[in-house]
């Protein structure tokens, strides 16, 4: 079986600051890892996805995200935060191996910005 | 690219009547689509996945006979709520894959979710 944890359910930081928010995952194979963000009253955008390529993973509007396999972690990364980055956050594992794909979503973290 | 269209973003409607949400991909055909369920503050929940030509799979817990699927084409899926009740009000969001081979990696493309409440 496959789950996603993520530390905090809300995360606040100054604008400018870094982000960083955490994911765990596990996986009895190798995982295909997502992050998503969602607006208030909107679905799901994907910034960016881990494929078992560059494990340094570089998405949309400036965030990032490293896998590390001894961490079994995917934490997402931006150096500097921007008002408009306030949303929540989802990180995701594909739940099975096969052609189906599922997404198991962590609970989601709140991100907030102060200005 | 990779745009996923839900229609209606917004349903108010009484206690019995059914409800039908559109999802549509624009710009790529998709193999699979799924539906989800959220509620407030909370993660999204997996409902049925939705393979083009077939019927859905619905996740354990899930009534097929409350919720029908169709995927009539590899571009549509509908979700259709029936004799909706005031526990069904929440946040659907269906999202679609394109076709990809079989590969998990490929991402999901979401929809910008129905909120249904019932009255």
């Known amino acids: 079986a496959q789950s996603v944890t993520q530390l905090g359910s809300h995360v606040s930081v100054s604008e400018g600051a870094l982000v960083l928010l955490r994911c765990n995952y596990s996986?009895?194979?190798?995982?295909?890892l997502f992050w998503y963000v969602q607006y208030p009253n909107q679905g799901l955008q994907l910034l960016l996805k881990?494929?078992?390529?560059?494990?340094l993973v570089k998405g949309i509007n400036g965030f990032e995200a490293e896998f590390k396999k001894s961490e079994t972690s995917f934490h997402l990364t931006k150096p500097s935060a921007h008002m408009s980055d306030a949303a929540e956050y989802f990180c995701a594992v594909s739940g099975y191996g096969g052609s189906q794909g599922n997404l198991i979503f962590g609970k989601g973290t709140k991100l907030s910005v102060k200005p | 690219g990779a745009v996923v269209s839900q229609h209606p973003s917004r349903v108010i409607c009484k206690s019995g009547t059914s409800v039908k949400i559109e999802c549509r991909s624009l710009d790529f055909q998709a193999t699979t689509m799924f539906w989800y369920r959220q509620f407030p503050k909370q993660s999204l929940m997996l409902m049925a996945t939705s393979n083009e030509g077939s019927k859905a799979t619905y996740e354990q817990g899930v009534e097929k006979d409350k919720f029908l699927i169709n995927h009539a084409s590899l571009t549509l899926s509908t979700l259709t709520v029936t004799s909706a009740h005031p526990e069904d009000s929440s946040f659907y969001i269906c999202s679609a894959r394109a076709q990809s081979g079989g590969n998990s990696n490929q991402p999901q493309h979401f929809g910008d979710g129905t909120r249904l409440s019932i009255l």
């Open positions: 881990y494929t078992s390529a560059a494990t």
């Open positions: 996986s009895s194979v190798p995982p295909y």
